[in-house]
Structure formats: C-alpha cells, structure tokens
C-alpha cells in the first residue's frame, strides 16, 4: 500500500544549498511519530498529528509499519510484535546492567546448598540452551514410580525488586521464532549460569515424587540442593533408543542415550501411566505435530519453506507428562500448607467423552470450541484440559517468570517457614504479569502466522494443498491445512453439497496479505468432486447477479465521507489535562470499550480490545493502562459502564452508574445531532434500531434469529 517516491520541488523552489529533504530534525521528528504510532496504535501522544499525516493515505492495517518500510527505517518483515510489547529482542537489551548479572553469576557459583548425587539426565531439541529441568527415575517394588525432578532455580539467589529483576519482569517469558530466540533473562544467565549443562555444578530446585501404578500422588518432597547432570539428551536420541526398546533390540552404541536406555524405558511407562490416569479425569489432549518454519536469506530476499516436525511420539510426552506431575503434586503440596501460588486455571466443565488423545483436526477444532482460555491466576481452581484439580506452573523458571515466582515462593517458604508474597501482594503483581505476559503472547502467535502466510504468497495461487474440513454452516466452511499447521476458510458455496467434517479436500490459496493477516481459499474441490471434473469435464460457472455499489462515482464517497466526519469527538492529551474526568466502560458481547473525557466533553483517553472470553481481564488491562498515563492533577470524579456486561463491570470495578446500552446510544447520539430521531446500533451479536420521537425512545427493533452483519460475523468475514 505504501511505495517509495521521491518527491520533486516545488515549482520556483531554489534548490541550491539543500542538502537533504526533509531536514534532519523534521525527519526525527517524523520516525517519533510512526515508531510511536507503530508500538500503540492508541497512543494520544501524536493523535493530532498523526491524523494530519494519514490523511489521505490509505486507509489499511499497520500504516506506520508500511510508512516506515517504504522509507527504509525498519528491514522488510519487521517484526512490530516486539515494538508493541515492549520486548527488547536479542541479548543487548541488559547490557546497562551488567554489574547486576555478573554479581548473579558469581552468586550461582557461591550459593551454599546440599548436594543432591542422583545421576540427572535432561532431554531437549537439540538446539536448545535453557536447560531448565532434569530428571531421575526408578520403577518401585509395588508397581509405581519414584521420579525426582532437578529445576534450574535462579530463585536462590534472585535479586527480587531490583533493576534487573524490574527487566525481566517486563519482558515476562522466552520467545522462541523462526528468526532467533529472545529470552527472558541475559543468555549468560538463561543459557549458562543457571542451565543445567551437564557435568556443571548448578544450584536447582528438586521435587520427588512417588506415583502408584495407578498413576496417583503418593507424597511429595520439594527441597534445594545442588547438582551436577550426568547427560543432556535429545528427542531425537531417546526416540531413537525407546524405538530400538520396543523392537526388541539394543540401542546403538553410539546413540548418547544408549548409556540411559534403562532409566529412559522407566520413564516412558510412567508416562503412560500418568498419562492415563489423567485421561481418566478428563484430560484432553491435542496430537497435533506443530511443522518447522525455515529462513534462508535476508531482508526482502527472505525465502520460507516449512518442514514436517521431528516425530517424537514417546520421548516428547515422557517429558512433558513429568513437568505437568511436578507442577499438580507441587501446587497440592502448596495447598497443604496453604502457600499463596500462582495458578494456570482452566475452570470449564467438558463432557466425559472429550476426554482422550486426538489427532484428527475435526476432532481437536470440536473439542476446542468447547474450551476457554486457560488463565493465570492466584485462586487454585481445576485446568480442564489436563485434568487437574489444581496447577501450579514452576518446571521452566528461566524461561517464564511466573514459575520464577512460584519457585521463588515455595524455595522461601523451605528456608523461612513463610512465603515471599501472601496472597493479595500475588494478585497485585498479576496484574501488571498478564499484561507482560499476553503482549509476549502475541509476538509468539502472530510471528510464525506471518511467515507461514509469507511462505503461502510465496507459492502462489496456483498450488493446490491437501486439507481437512473442520467445520461448515451455511455461509463459511473452515480447511485445516495439517501439513503447514494452518486453518483456513473459504465460502461455502465454494464447496459442494456433501460438505462435512472430516472430508479430505483441495484447496487453492490465494490473496495472502501476511501484514495484514490475510488469506483466502479461492477453490476447493473434495477427491469425489475431482473425479467427477475429471468425468464430465471443467466448465465456466455462470456469473452471480451482484448488487449495486453503494457508491456510484467517487465524488458520493466523498460526499457520505465529508457528512460524516462533521461528527468527530474532540480529542485532547491526557497529559496535559488537570481536573474531573469521567470513566465509561462499555463491556460489548465481544469487545470492551473504555474513554475518558474531560469536563468539557473532550476525550482524553481510549482503549478498545477484544474480551477473548474475559471482559474482566480486558477491562483490567485498560485500567492498568489508564492507571500508569492518568497525570497527577486529574481525578475521575463519575464513573459508568454500559453494554452487555454493563452489571459486571459495575459490580467488579465498583463503579458509579450503571446504564442500558440502548439509553447509552442514544444519548451520545443526541450529543452530536440533538434532533436525531434514529439510532442503528450494530453490536458484536446483534442489531438494534431505536426510534426516538420527542428524545425518547419510542420504538425497538431487534434482531433476535440471525446475527448476519454484526460485529463478530464481519470480522470473521
């Protein structure tokens, strides 16, 4: 949308002595606005300019991002996600507190601990250098297993409260792309101090447990001691030595994993041991291969393939089965001794047949819509998902910070008798690591996406991809792409009649815009309706009627434009303001929308975001938000909320008035227009039109069967 031009000078514009255009402190000023622009898109810093600016300009997603490619500020698939969350990428970001990591260093070396000799071993990828957790594991004389877990545990010496703790707060986890992994703490930390490298001395957090071979919590022991790993594995390897177990034969002697082919074997029956007793529970779980993203090349020249994921069926999930016992048996220990911890929650009740492992993604996208969000949180309530009463997130403290704080709790509560933070000090923190964490969130999730549809452009529209139809109504059918681990949509009448889940297809794939988060099937074709082309032959399909534009020349546009632009809210900076503000929340059925406004109707401050199922987390995010820029002098005198959740908000935030949304709107119409005798509220689920005669409302009109047009069906249009 945005191409590099060189601008010519003016007619009758001397020339002569200029050096560069536009000057140095215009260009600088210029970068502020669109760097600023790009990080917050809500920003009311440059609101004014940045209005003056765009206009004229394309009206597309990610304006400054484009603006600032064209003039060569950034490289071609700058990655935004950073800016937005206010994530440093790289390992330069601690560099200004240097002096605090090498005092950490010589801490990780110094800290007095007992020595734990079991005989650790480790398995990760085998790029990885966050070790962060290890195993020993020996079968029992009943059946069970007595599995002791050794944790990297950074928590021994942490500086809590200081200006590097303060650092890795705000960056709140390890982020893991295509393009080179950023984490959490400095690498000479995260990757060496406190890894567990093998045959180096480190400082870690051990758990034992002992499980029945029913796959129940007999008891569990956590203390601090210092080890010393014997080996670090990888998937691959134990894959390799866990295949050769079941086949009868031995290992390979120079299989690094040979050596442990016992221990390895042990740990895989606990696995499905545990695994099972989960399932019995009601655990869920997706068997879903995530492919491998590949870069090669720079800049615009980048190039993406996508590869098949490493197959790793057994020594994958003997790991994770361990991290999620070590995580249930520590937060019931915790329970015990009513320790304050933080919580992964996923508190939804799922019917009894959902319970097992899928594979198939009309099975996993059924299940999953029958899923929530899981949260974060200080109150211990059940994770559906995996089936347990409680979690307690503690096995990677150097890649996620809230296992930092969980370690960091129970490690005090083991030399103190009492915990770091009680439980209100934990609820305070949360709100400020949430938002950490879901900025962080949306780097992870949307990165990858860009260069998957990059790589989807770059094949052009003229591949056809095996799919699986996961869902279909009478407007969408979605494809799952299970090759290149994506879900896209397509038209249903693209599809035949036959249509349903499960139906192996072909699409072809086009209009991928991966800045914009765009992609399209523009044909579909299922393996009978291939047959049946190839039979009777491919013909032209007829020419659909369309409606008529809704503007016949540019110069309406224009017109419906300049008409409606007369209604504009006038904005002020909210730093500069001094005196009463008045609060609204609009808690909508899909989105949450908060303003601000001055005494004399400006709107000082916006926030719009949507509720991904938890308008009290998103109202919470833009109170933090409004919290951290409201100047001292200005003070919110009223507040209200209106819209679907309009008791919620009222009731959780304690605010002052609570109004119907149908008086809300109308209200704000009158403000513009105050002879308005008709208000059409288009909503995330629904449609109203309100009648007002006298500024009353005299009728309504609701749509109550379809929900064709609103808010959630356009954006998912």
């Known amino acids: 949308a945005c191409k590099k031009r060189a601008l010519p000078p003016q007619p009758g514009e001397d020339t002569r002595g200029i050096s560069e255009w536009p000057a140095p402190e215009v260009a600088e000023r210029l970068k502020q606005i669109l760097f600023a622009r790009m990080a917050d898109p809500e920003s009311q810093e440059y609101d004014e300019l940045w209005r003056m600016l765009s206009k004229g300009l394309p009206d597309v997603p990610h304006l400054p991002v484009q603006l600032l490619m064209a003039w060569e ?55 990885t250098r966050d070790v962060d957790d290890a195993f020993h594991i020996l079968p029992t004389d009943d059946g069970g297993f007595d599995l002791t877990l050794a944790l990297a545990c950074p928590a021994a010496c942490w500086p809590f409260g200081e200006a590097l703790d303060k650092a890795v707060f705000r960056r709140g986890t390890s982020i893991y792309l295509p393009e080179g992994d950023s984490h959490m703490m400095p690498e000479a930390l995260g990757t060496d101090a406190f890894s567990l490298l093998a045959g180096q ?52 002697a120079d299989n690094p994993a040979a050596p442990w082919a016992t221990m390895l074997a042990c740990g895989n029956d606990f696995a499905r041991v545990w695994q099972k007793a989960r399932i019995a529970r009601g655990a869920v779980i997706m068997d879903r291969p995530e492919p491998s993203i590949v870069l090669e090349g720079e800049g615009a020249q ?52 959902y319970a097992g492992v899928w594979k198939e993604p009309q099975d996993m996208t059924r299940i999953m819509r029958a899923l929530i969000p899981s949260s974060l949180e200080v109150q211990a309530r059940p994770h559906a998902a995996l089936g347990l009463a409680r979690y307690t997130p503690m096995t990677s403290p150097l890649r996620r910070y809230p296992d930092l704080i969980n370690e960091a709790q129970l490690l005090h509560w083991l030399t103190h008798g009492t915990p770091r933070w009680d439980g209100e000090a934990l609820s305070t923190l949360l709100v400020s690591l949430n938002a950490v964490l879901d900025a ?27 799919g699986v139809v996961t869902e279909e109504n009478d407007m969408f059918v979605n494809v799952s792409l299970p090759a290149q681990g994506m879900y896209v949509r397509g038209k249903r009448r693209m599809f035949d009649e036959r249509t349903c889940p499960g139906m192996a297809v072909q699409v072809r794939i086009g209009r991928v815009h991966p800045l914009y988060n765009e992609i399209q099937i523009l044909e ?106 409201l100047p001292e002098g200005a003070h919110i005198a009223r507040s209200c909320s209106t819209g679907y959740g309009e008791s919620l908000l009222k009731s959780a935030f304690c605010l002052d008035e609570g109004e119907v949304e149908t008086i809300a709107h109308c209200t704000a119409a009158a403000f513009f227009d105050p002879e308005v005798d008709c208000v059409l509220d288009i909503g995330g689920q629904d449609m109203k039109c309100v009648k007002l005669k006298n500024g009353s409302v005299d009728t309504i009109l609701l749509n109550e069967a379809c929900s064709s047009g609103c808010g959630s069906f356009i954006e998912n249009f």
Not at 329 to 349: G, N, Y
Request: hydrophobic residues 40%; charged residues 25%.
């Open 440 to 466: 962080a969130g949306q780097v992870q999730r949307f990165r990858p996406r860009y260069w998957k549809l990059l790589y989807f452009r770059q094949q052009g529209d003229k591949v056809w991809w095996d």
């Open 524 to 629: 579909a074709v299922s393996m009978d309706g291939l047959i049946d082309r190839l039979d009777k032959g491919v013909e032209m399909a007829f020419e659909l009627k369309r409606l008529d534009p809704l503007f016949a020349t540019r110069e309406d546009h224009q017109a419906f434009c300049a008409r409606h632009s007369k209604a504009v809210v006038r904005r002020e900076s909210l730093s500069g303001y001094r005196g009463d503000c008045f609060l609204g929340i609009d808690a909508g059925s899909t989105t949450t929308k908060v303003a601000l406004i001055g005494s004399d109707g400006q709107l000082l401050f916006s926030y719009y975001a949507n509720n991904q199922g938890n308008p009290i987390r998103t109202a919470m995010d833009a109170m933090a938000r409004l919290r951290d820029e």
């Open 73 to 127: 500020q950034v490289p071609a698939h700058y990655n935004f996600w950073y800016d937005r969350a206010g994530y440093a990428p790289g390992d330069d970001w601690w560099q200004p507190l240097a002096p605090a990591v090498e005092a950490l260093q010589r801490a990780a070396r110094e800290v007095e601990l007992p020595v734990c000799d079991l005989p650790f071993i480790s398995i990760d990828s085998a790029t």
């Open 302 to 353: 980048t190039r993406v393939s996508i590869e098949p994921g490493h197959e790793t069926p057994d020594s994958q999930p003997l790991v994770a089965e361990m991290m999620i016992l070590a995580s249930a048996a520590v937060a019931q220990w915790a329970a015990e001794r009513e320790i304050p911890m933080l919580h992964r929650t996923q508190d939804v009740a799922l019917p009894r047949e």
């Open 201 to 252: 001395d480190r400082p870690a957090f051990c758990v034992r447990t002992r499980i029945s071979a029913a796959g129940e919590i007999l008891s569990c022991e956590p203390w601090a001691a210092r080890v010393r790993l014997a080996a670090n594995l990888t998937y691959d390897d134990t894959q390799a030595v866990l295949d050769a177990l079941a086949a009868g034969e031995a290992p390979q």
